[in-house]
């Protein structure tokens, strides 16, 4: 199978520069990077791909079974990795994409150096002693309209996820995203992420790792971000001045130079 289109692969930025590999979010694809890359291309060799069932990935290769578990968007990543051979990566994870980048780095040590966490959740439902930002009936409600209705929810859904209602064109830009994914395939990532529980996971991670969240996300709040911070020893918590659950949108440049920053140090 050739990876590289299966997953759109592209690479871009300074050919000999530290590898970033940047991994989007459920319901998006790598164009939601496009305002962090012009700044990371200055000094990175940057890696973009889509998951298979987003953007612009083979539709020939989606697997319900593969992709029902977070595992199966970890071997993507770690096959992509492979195929470019990728070494001393920094694998860039939004939203859902962290944990993939948890389990990608406990497979593959070797490839993946170092995790950037941005607004990542291990688990979105709460429980006792952890506070995801969703009851189990939310969670229930929220995939009973996506499934019934996925064009509807994502109209409803998107700008609410963006936050910043004061710049609705991030909030249509990310509808247009979900919109643009098949609803199927979308129905199958949407159960596989906000049914998840990645918080044993956390433990695995040996990796220097920044975590970037929100002031105010009201898919990861703020607990949740001290809650990974604290199961990860090698972590750094960084909170961004921005609103909603997508700051390399809403605000590219304080994403990218937390990130520079971080590359730099480790």
Not at 68 to 89: I, K
Not at 130 to 136: I, L, M, T, V
Request: charged share 25%; hydrophobic share 45%; proline share 5%.
């Amino acid at each position: 199978m050739d990876i590289r289109r299966r997953n759109n692969v592209t690479v871009t930025g300074c050919v000999d520069g530290p590898v970033l590999l940047l991994a989007h979010g459920f319901g998006c694809d790598q164009n939601m990077w496009r305002l962090v890359v012009p700044t990371l291309a200055d000094s990175y060799r940057v890696v973009l791909f889509d998951y298979v069932g987003s953007g612009r990935a083979d539709p020939s290769a989606w697997d319900e079974r593969r992709y029902s578990s977070l595992d199966g968007y970890a071997q993507d990543v770690l096959e992509v990795v492979e195929e470019l051979d990728l070494r001393e990566v920094t694998f860039v994870g939004h939203s859902v994409s962290a944990m993939v980048g948890v389990l990608a780095a406990a497979k593959s040590p070797g490839r993946i150096a170092r995790l950037v966490m941005v607004a990542p959740s291990p688990r979105y439902i709460d429980d006792e002693g952890y506070r995801g930002g969703f009851s189990a009936a939310d969670i229930d409600e929220l995939l009973e309209s996506l499934e019934s209705n996925y064009l509807g929810w994502s109209a409803a859904m998107a700008p609410v996820i963006m936050g910043n209602d004061d710049r609705p064109e991030l909030g249509q830009e990310l509808t247009a995203a979900f919109c643009a994914t098949d609803p199927d395939m979308a129905r199958i990532f949407a159960r596989t992420t906000f049914l998840s529980d990645s918080r044993e996971d956390l433990k695995t991670v040996s990796v220097p790792t920044l975590i970037l969240e929100c002031r105010q996300d009201v898919i990861a709040p703020r607990e949740v971000g001290a809650y990974v911070r604290d199961a990860i020893p090698a972590s750094r918590l960084v909170t961004l001045e921005a609103t909603g659950h997508c700051p390399q949108l809403s605000a590219p440049q304080a994403t990218a130079a937390a990130i520079v920053d971080f590359v730099g140090a480790a």
